[in-house]
Structures are given as C-alpha cells and as structure tokens.
C-alpha cells in the first residue's frame, strides 16, 4: 500500500478471491475508484468492474454462513475472511440499481484493511445524509407509497446507516404543516414518498419555514426570498411524477433512493405566484392555463380512478377545444446564456445552470438580500389561447419523456413560457402529439415560445369585470360567449395548473427564483450507464 505524507491511505491493491479465482483489487482514493481486474488474458465475458468510490452504498464484513444473494440458498463460505461492498450499478435509461461483490482475504489483517480503509473513504463523503424525515402520502397515485418505502427504500436506507424518522400523512396538508413545527435543523434532508403534489407540499412547507425564520414576508411579490439548503428527495409514487423524472431522468423509487444515499445535489428554480399582493403558491414545474388547467379540474372530481384520470380528462378536455382570451406580460430573461430552441438540454453539470449560479453569487455579493429594483423591460401580448404553459423545467414525464420544454433548465432563474393560440383541433392534436416524441413542438406557427423571468396574466374576463363593474348586461350573461353560441371561445376563465393544483385566481403575478431549493438528485446523466461513463482505457491504466 502507497501512503501519503499524512499518513493517508492513496492506494490500495491486492490480490482479493471473487467467485472462484483470484481478482486483482485496488482502491484508488486519488481518482475516486474501487476496481477488480481478473488477471488472466481476457476472454470473451470477462470484463474490469469498477466503481467510483462516491458512489459505494456500504461496506460489511461478511459473515461466515451468508446466505447467496442471487440464489437465496445458504451456502457455507470456503475462505473464512471477507467482506462485502454494496455500490451503485448504472443501467439503461438512468435507472440504478444496488448491488454487491463479495471479496475473500488471506488473512484477517487484511480484511479488516480493507474494510477500514472503505469504511473511512465512506465517512469522508460529507454530503451524504445521516438522518432524514420522511413523508408517505399512502393516497398518491397508485394508492402504493406505503408498500414503495417499506420493501424498496427503507432497506436501502438502513443498509446505508440512514436513520429515518418516517410520518405517514393523515390528510392533504399534514406534511406541509408539520414541516413548521419540528426540529428541522436535526435533519439533513426531507424525502416525500408520493407524487408532484406531495413533493409541492413539502416544498411549501420548508421554503415557507425557511422564510418565516428568516423574517420575509411571503406577500410581497418583490421580496428577495431566502434559499432552502436543506435538501429534498422524492421517492416517485405519484401519477405524474414529473420532478422526479425530470431531474432523475426515470421515475423509479430505488433509483431515487440510491441517489438520496450517495448525496447527490441539484439546485432547482422555483417561481412565485401572486395576486393582488397576496401569496398564492410556489411552482417547480408547469404553470398552466387553458388545456393543462382544465384537465387538472377535471380530473380532481375522477382521483378515485388513480393516473387514469388524466388520460380520461385530457381526452375530454381535447374534444372540449376551449379557447380562452386575456393578456400577458413578461419580462424575457436576458443575462442567461441558452434559448427554449436549443437542441441541446439541460444534463448533469449543466453549463448555462453554473453560469446562473455564479451569477447569483455575484449579485448576492453585490447587494446582499436587499431587493434591486428591476427596470427591464415589459413584453405585452394579447390574444386567445388554447394552452398558456409556464414550465421551470423540461417537465419530462413517462408521459412525454422530453417534456413540454425540452431544452429548459432545472436551475438558471429562468422559466419557458409557451403560448399556444387558438388553431384547429386537428393542429392542436398535432401540437400534442409532439410531446411524445421527438418532432419540434414550437414548429407551429400557432405556438411562441419565450424564455423569461416574471410573467403576468389577466383574463379578459377579469379585465372587463374591472374595467365595468357596473355593466350589469356582461355579468348577467355570464358564461355565454353572445356572439358566436357554437363556437369555443369561453366566457368563463379556465383554472391555473400549478404543479397539479389549481389556483383559486386566474390573474396572477409570477417571478422565477434562481436556485431556491435544492434536491437529493444530479440532473439527467448524458452517459447513464457505466460502460459508457468509463472507458476501458481508463480503468487500464488504473489496473
Ligand atoms: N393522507 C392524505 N390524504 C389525502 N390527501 C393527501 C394525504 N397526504 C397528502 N395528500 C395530498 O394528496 C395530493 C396528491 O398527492 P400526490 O401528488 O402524492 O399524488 P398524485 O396527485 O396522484 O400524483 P401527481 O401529483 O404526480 O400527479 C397532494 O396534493 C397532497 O397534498
Ligand atoms: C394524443 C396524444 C396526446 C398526448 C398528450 C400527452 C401530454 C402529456 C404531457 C404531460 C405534461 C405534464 C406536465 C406536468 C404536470 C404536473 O405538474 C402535474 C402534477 O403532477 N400533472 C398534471 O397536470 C397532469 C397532466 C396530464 C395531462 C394529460
Ligand atoms: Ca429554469
């Protein structure tokens, strides 16, 4: 074994038995890498393994009678000293897995070296969390958040030394409301088993605490909010799960689990929503009106029928093809680099995320959390809408895997706004259909996409209802479009989507908060598997 000048452990090989021969391992603690090499030429089959050390779950030492993972029998251990490490393994489509290798020692000196020597590597990675609170909704989606924790999370989190202090909620609200009161500076991170709304409660409960003791009043619109450095992590058992699948790259409990475990960071911008100087709600992922906001109400009255729901009342809510008239105003984001038209998206590392970052650094630096007076200008539009979509991120789901803005980022202070004019049904069908696979869905000319920093709306129902209050005619007539009974237009407003809970106002007043919150997740990895993530050169030369 290599030492350094401080007695620390730089590398360690020997000559380990795996399976039936002997396998050269080595621990590299400089380039962050456990690798086992068979020694012989290599044959077909016969591959290097590799791990990077940040991503190790646990390491044990193993006992004499353990029982084969893979076989579930009992099997009686030829060598009498080893020890076993669980790590990460990278499958397709960003879904990870826990496994584990079994090594065998000469001697008992020389296991324990290596178990002591993992064990250190383990306790020097200081963003892994140690003691988590834990929200289920037992009523998410599929109604199996419960069974999800139970069997796939918290043996995990137990095989990682994860302490979890687990609440089950009793009714909607029961998270978001406790999150005021216990002891949050005990914990290193808020994991919600559920689904987009869960996550939503969670979220309001922490950014809500945060800026209560922080002194902020959550009313003002203009108010400089206080970051959330605590973490979340969201164990997908939802319907739509789209904060998950668009900052995991997959909705599945055990990968998420694994990247609660490992410590994984990833800011996320967060919008505020207000109306008339009144703090109505925070969004992560789509703000919608029209289509999205209809189906939402609609499919509230159907919950019974779990996820299903939305196919039924997206499929109602198309047929329906209502139009709805009103103005917006926004502010386009300027100092970000990036355009909703990029081909390229947001991955793991993102450049245009860091950029924003230092940005906000610097600003912070500058004026501190004094709020700076915005002068930029305003863009106004007026017209009739099918879909006013306000998306933070991709909002990728199983749904639509790239999502309703596949090149927006989960953490530049940025938020895409689409706006779908009125246009056939037959168009809008297509403008749908392109959600779900990979043709451009701002190729329309129906269809504008921008990206921006705040953003406004009034109906033009409330404009009127403000501007003649006393027009006794309008109001009696009330939901009926007068000049043309058969057509879609609709007097009435439709309903705010915002992350999967409608909004009691359609007028309303949203500003982007760069990097507000931070999750348990990395973004979306470009190379998700480990083949190829690490070339075989790599490991080579490590060997
Ligand atoms: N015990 C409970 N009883 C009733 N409602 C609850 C309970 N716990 C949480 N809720 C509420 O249930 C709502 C929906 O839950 P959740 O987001 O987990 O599932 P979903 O709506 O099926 O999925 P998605 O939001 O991904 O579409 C949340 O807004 C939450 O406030
Ligand atoms: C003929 C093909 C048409 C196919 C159209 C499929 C379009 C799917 C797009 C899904 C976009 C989801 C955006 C995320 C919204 C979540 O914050 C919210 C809460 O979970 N979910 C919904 O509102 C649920 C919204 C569900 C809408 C159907
Ligand atoms: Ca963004």
Known sequence: MEQLPGGRRLRLASSLG???????????????????????????????????????????????????????????????HAFTVY????????????????????????????????????????????????????????????????????????LASISA??????????????LFEVNISKYDGVVCVGGDGMFSEVMHGLIGRMQKDSGIDQNNPKAPLAQCNIRIGIIPAGSTDCVCYSTVGISDPVTSALHIIIGDCQPLDVSSVHHNNTFLKYAVSLLGYGFY????????????????????SGFKTFLSHHYYEGTISFQPAKHTLG??????????????????????????????????????EWKVIKGKFLAINVVNMSCACPRSPKGLSPAAHLADGTA?????????????????????????????????????????????????????????????????????????????????NCDGETL??????????????????????????DEAAYSHSSIEQLL
């Open 18 to 80: 795996l399976g039936q021969r002997c396998w050269e391992v080595t621990l590299d603690e400089e380039r962050g890498l456990l690798a086992w090499r068979d020694p012989r030429p290599p044959r077909r089959g016969a591959d290097n393994c590799f791990v990077p050390t940040s991503e190790i779950i646990a390491v044990e030492e193993t006992e004499q009678n353990k029982k084969q993972r893979s076989t579930g029998k009992w099997q009686k251990m030829a060598k009498p």
């Open 87 to 158: 790590y990460v393994k990278k499958a397709r489509n960003h879904r990870w897995r826990c496994r584990d290798v079994t090594f065998w020692c000469a001697d008992e000196y020389l296991c324990n070296q290596w178990i002591q020597a993992l064990k250190e590597l383990l306790e020097m990675q200081k963003c892994r969390p140690k003691q988590l609170l834990v929200y289920i909704n037992p009523y998410g989606g599929k109604r199996q958040g419960k069974r999800i924790y139970e069997q796939k999370v918290a043996p995990l989190f137990s």
């Open 165 to 178: 202090d687990v609440v089950v909620t009793e009714h909607a609200n029961h998270a978001k409301d406790n």
């Open 293 to 312: 906001g209809d189906v939402l109400k609609d499919s509230e009255k159907k919950r019974w029928m779990g996820p299903m729901r939305y196919d039924y």
């Open 339 to 376: 355009s909703p038209r990029d081909k390229d998206s947001c991955r793991t590392g993102c450049c245009v995320c860091k950029e924003s970052e230092q940005q906000l650094a610097e600003q912070r630096k500058k004026c501190g959390f004094k709020h700076e007076e915005d002068e930029d």
């Open 416 to 496: 895409d706004l689409i706006l779908v004019r009125k246009c056939s049904r037959f168009d809008f069908l297509r403008y749908l259909v392109r959600h779900t696979n990979r043709d451009d869905q701002f190729d329309f000319s129906f269809v504008d996409v921008y990206r921006v920093k705040s953003f406004q709306f009034t109906s033009k129902l409330s404009e009127d209802n403000e501007s003649s209050v006393t027009d006794i005619g309008k109001k009696r007539f009330g939901q009926f479009c007068r000049d043309h009974p058969a057509c879609c237009c609709n007097i009435a407003n439709s309903t705010w």
């Open 504 to 529: 009691d106002s359609s007028a309303i007043e949203v500003r982007v908060h760069c990097q507000l919150m931070k999750l348990f997740a990395r973004g979306i990895e470009e190379n998700c598997t």
